[in-house]
T-cell receptor, first 110, second 117 residues
Framework: QKEVEQNSGPLSVPEGAIASLNCTYSDRGSQSFFWYRQYSGKSPELIMFIYSNGDKEDGRFTAQLNKASQYVSLLIRDSQPSDSATYLCAVWAGRRALTFGSGTRLQVQP | GAVVSQHPSRVICKSGTSVKIECRSLDFQATTMFWYRQFPKQSLMLMATSNEGSKATYEQGVEKDKFLINHASLTLSTLTVTSAHPEDSSFYIC?????????????FGPGTRLLVL
């Protein structure tokens, strides 16, 4: 079992819809959870981080964390074609480095 | 969000030469810096982790004598690819971790695209 799992996609949603990206992790000691967006040929860009159970909202983005289920998700409201990218879930369990999922490719159809 | 800069953004060099890449955290003190490499259509691969003033910790399979890392201050880390060969051509990305307010988070630099001829 991978430490951080994401569906590779592509996840295709129409413009204006809600995109839901999911991530599960195996280490119950994980403390911090991050979502990065990576456009093709570019480096990852931090979108959100979450530490506590529940929801955290920032603009069109909402991160949801459920530690009991070892599940973290990212919702993108009013999806735009410019949101088309690969979304990386990353987990920090207090060790040296973040553990990344393999990423979900999102395609927002105009 | 914090800014992490990287220089140069792109470099082309001849086989056998050495290339130095600089990574700076511009508005926060990075307790730890990380160096990643990414080949086309592949996942990020962590190469090494460095803390200011101490030796870098390299991931398995990464040659420490080939990829020299220096973390001179809380805002600067350098990666030197020594005697570069075509197989070293890749996208090198640094990342800095530090505290912003009460939260510890991690930001990536824009990356350096290396092409070795």
């Amino acid at each position: 079992q991978k430490e951080v799992e994401q569906n590779s996609g592509p996840l295709s949603v129409p413009e204006g819809a809600i995109a839901s990206l999911n991530c599960t992790y195996s280490d119950r000691g994980s403390q911090s959870f991050f979502w990065y967006r990576q456009y093709s040929g570019k480096s990852p860009e931090l979108i959100m981080f979450i530490y506590s159970n529940g929801d955290k909202e920032d603009g069109r983005f909402t991160a949801q964390l459920n530690k009991a289920s070892q599940y973290v998700s990212l919702l993108i409201r009013d999806s735009q074609p410019s949101d088309s990218a690969t979304y990386l879930c990353a987990v920090w369990a207090g060790r040296r480095a973040l553990t990344f999922g393999s990423g979900t490719r999102l395609q927002v159809q105009p | 969000g914090a800014v992490v800069s990287q220089h140069p953004s792109r470099v082309i060099c001849k086989s056998g030469t050495s290339v130095k890449i600089e990574c700076r955290s511009l508005d926060f003190q990075a307790t730890t810096m990380f160096w990643y490499r990414q080949f086309p259509k592949q996942s990020l691969m962590l190469m090494a982790t460095s803390n200011e003033g101490s030796k870098a910790t390299y991931e398995q399979g990464v040659e420490k004598d080939k990829f020299l890392i220096n973390h001179a201050s809380l805002t600067l880390s350098t990666l030197t690819v020594t005697s570069a060969h075509p197989e070293d051509s890749s996208f090198y990305i640094c990342s800095a971790r530090g505290k912003q307010g009460a939260a510890e988070t991690q930001y990536f630099g824009p990356g350096t695209r290396l092409l070795v001829l």
